[in-house]
């Protein structure tokens, strides 16, 4: 079989069809806009995605308007972390995921997260790496709040970007999530163009 690329450590992958969520149908966000109109609406819904502080999750679900399958593309734990995400979580060991939200097989939303999972109680950690359920759903149990970083980190972007393809700086954000006992995870978040094909029909005017 293929080679396992030294450094990524144990890596786990669920999606049903096709076999790998990478060959998801996954576009630029506002790739499908086809007049100034369209492209115009596609830039004011980017603007609400990347402004929003709730969960991501259930706004992909609500504009899908249907549950959404998770697809888990690599996860590991590991202490090779990037510098911005050492200095924002605490202790030496994280929990790497690099996943995707899709719907009828169209990406919505892309993912790479950094987790303290030593922070998380015991239960809600297992479930995190278990990988069957979204951050944002296992998290409700939680009193969360999230910050938006000034800018998606680059670092962050091209580590996401390396993994799933598809480059699109203008369509991340980065944030951190905390609890009242401090920040429990980092995660960098690239909207597709899923996100306007998947809404109902409508008439930009």
Same mark, same amino acid.
Do not use: N
């Given at each position: @079989?293929?080679? /396992?690329?030294?450094?990524?450590? /144990? ?9 790998? %969520?990478?060959? =998801?149908?996954?576009?630029? =966000? ?15 819904? &980017? ?8 969960? !991501?999750?259930?706004? *992909? ?5 249907? /549950? ?12 090779? #972390?990037?510098?911005? #995400? ?8 994280? &929990?790497?995921?690099?996943? *995707?939200?899709?719907?009828?097989? #169209? ?13 998380? %109680? ?13 951050? @944002? ?5 939680? $009193? #969360?709040?999230?910050?938006? $970083? ?6 962050? *972007?091209?580590?996401? $970007? ?11 954000? !980065? *944030? ?13 978040? !690239? =909207? ?11 008439? %930009?005017?």
């Amino acid at each position: @079989g293929p080679r /396992k690329r030294p450094g990524t450590g /144990k890596s786990s992958s669920r999606a049903a069809t096709p076999d790998r %969520p990478e060959a =998801f149908e996954r576009r630029r =966000f506002g790739a499908s806009a086809s007049s100034p109109a369209a492209a115009a609406h596609a830039q004011a819904v &980017l603007r609400l995605l990347l402004a929003q502080g709730g969960s !991501t999750t259930r706004l *992909c679900e609500a504009i899908a308007d249907a /549950k959404l399958g998770l697809h888990v593309i690599e996860q590991r734990h590991c202490t090779d #972390v990037p510098e911005p #995400v050492r200095a924002a979580l605490p202790g030496e060991a994280l &929990l790497e995921r690099i996943s *995707c939200l899709a719907s009828r097989g #169209v990406v919505m939303l892309d993912s790479l997260a950094y987790i303290a999972t030593r922070c998380l %109680p015991r239960e809600l950690a297992q479930e995190i790496e278990a990988g069957t359920q979204p951050i @944002g759903h296992l998290l409700e149990r939680l $009193w #969360v709040r999230r910050a938006l $970083w000034p800018r998606a980190h680059p670092a962050l *972007c091209t580590r996401l $970007w390396a993994r799933v393809g598809c480059p699109d700086a203008s369509a991340s954000r !980065t *944030c951190t999530i905390a609890t009242p006992d401090g920040p429990l995870m980092v995660i960098t978040e !690239t =909207f597709r163009d899923g996100m306007l094909r998947l809404q109902p029909a409508c008439d %930009p005017e």
